[in-house]
DNA sequence: GATCGCGTGTCAATTCGGTGACGAACTGCT
DNA sequence: AGCAGTTCGTCACCGAATTGACACGCGATC
């Protein structure tokens, strides 16, 4: 669920200061020293974005940022030392998508990162209607309807929903409707999620006690029938 | 389809030489020798990109751009004779997107268009008239009307009106909206989104209590009623 | 029939959005 | 420059919606 970041940046302390910033907002970011190193790391798992230093040593950030583009349409962010109009140039042609000058604040970072995360959600497959049965899942509109009447359901519910008509007849796990629905970071109660089951039902079932789209796999989970 | 820029330089030579690199470079370059000659020719046939120097006779290049605000949301770069903090910021304080300072390479120029340009085609496509019930919304011409009659709005509510327009149906966060209407370096509270949406209600909605256009989705953000 | 997993009803705490008010900044005008 | 009217961003408060926890009961499974 966490958006994953790859951290090109010589400088160890800011390296690591930067990490611990990202992760403070709820990112998940991992280090790369060099650029052969962010290659390797990249190949190895793919980052949601990209965040390349352009000073660095051996490979500079532009190489870096050239060879990831030829493998990858992975968003990416220059960091250059300072508003030096011809970094920022050469960083755009190498195939950056975004640069900020150091030193900038960390909210500015993020709110760089949330742009262009939000803008490869919208340019990428995304999240069309869901069509299961009688039920319309509308993730864009934040919207369902069943039978073409709108109805009403909180945010929890929606989430929960989508999660699962996202993946019509696989089972999912108490455990992973949580981490995807509450966060990686919920550490509540596995119950808590037949509650919203339940609440679920009662507004999208015809008859909440015999369930036609949201149904119970006993000791497994929960699914939606296709 | 190539992308038209409007030119707006007192200085024949450079004015001209920069015409031809530009479209050297594919684009489809307007001239104007001073800020009024410039307005009209946008008023006659907007431009994709309008390019500024910020030292001209008559109405300077800081009017110039603020005038242009007023009718339009084109992305703006100033040209500045040297760098010159002073004019950069009041530059941007006067609404432009970006800058550059005298001498510069045409390739740097190119580099900061394409940029203004992506961004500007990710802030949202067609401006076409857009028509939701009673309500019509012309982005070009920056009026609403409401069964007819023109209503006024802000410059804010204006714009945050046109973005939801320009997605009908869909939700968009908070934060997307800040992101749009506000940009994406603004690091304000939340709260500030729903301020203004209940300003526009009240001069939109029928009843801004019971509001039929602009709605709220609880937990998620807001949306228009197609 | 014992046990385990799941459904159900209730309740208090929290979150969320609407609202009115206020001062700062800005605009247009003189 | 001075002035009056707008517009904008922030804040505090309120009511309602939502949420998570808990206790209890039922039915399936062994």
Redesign the pocket.
């Known amino acids: 669920m966490a958006n994953r970041i790859l951290l090109v940046e010589d400088d160890e302390r800011i390296r690591v200061s930067m990490r611990l910033a990202l992760e403070d907002e709820g990112y998940q970011a991992e280090e790369a020293a060099g650029g052969e190193e962010a290659l390797e790391a990249f190949a190895r798992r793919p980052a949601d974005v990209v965040l390349i230093d352009i000073m660095l040593p051996g490979m500079d950030g532009l190489d870096c940022c050239r060879a990831l583009r030829r493998v990858s349409a992975v968003p990416v962010i220059m960091v250059t030392a300072r508003s030096d109009t011809h970094d920022v140039v050469a960083g755009l042609e190498a195939g950056a998508d975004d640069y900020v000058t150091k030193p900038f604040m960390i909210k500015e970072l993020t709110a760089r990162i949330r742009a262009l995360l939000r803008r490869a959600r919208a340019a990428g497959p995304g999240s069309g209607p869901l069509v299961l049965g009688d039920l319309e899942v509308l993730p864009d509109q934040g919207m369902v309807r069943r039978s073409g009447e709108e109805v009403?359901?909180?945010?929890?519910?929606?989430?929960l929903l989508c999660e699962l008509a996202a993946n019509p007849g696989k089972v999912l796990s108490?455990e992973q409707l949580l981490e995807r629905v509450?966060g990686y970071d919920?550490f509540?109660?596995?119950?808590?999620v037949?509650?919203?089951?339940?609440?679920l039902?009662?507004k999208v079932e015809q008859d909440?006690?015999n369930?036609g789209h949201v149904v119970?796999?006993?000791?497994?989970?929960?699914k939606v029938v296709p």
Chains 1, 2 share one sequence.
């Open positions: 009403h359901l909180t945010r929890t519910e929606f989430r108490r509450w919920y509540g109660d596995g119950r808590l037949d509650v919203h089951v339940r609440r039902r009662t909440p006690a369930p119970t796999v006993r000791g497994l989970g929960y």
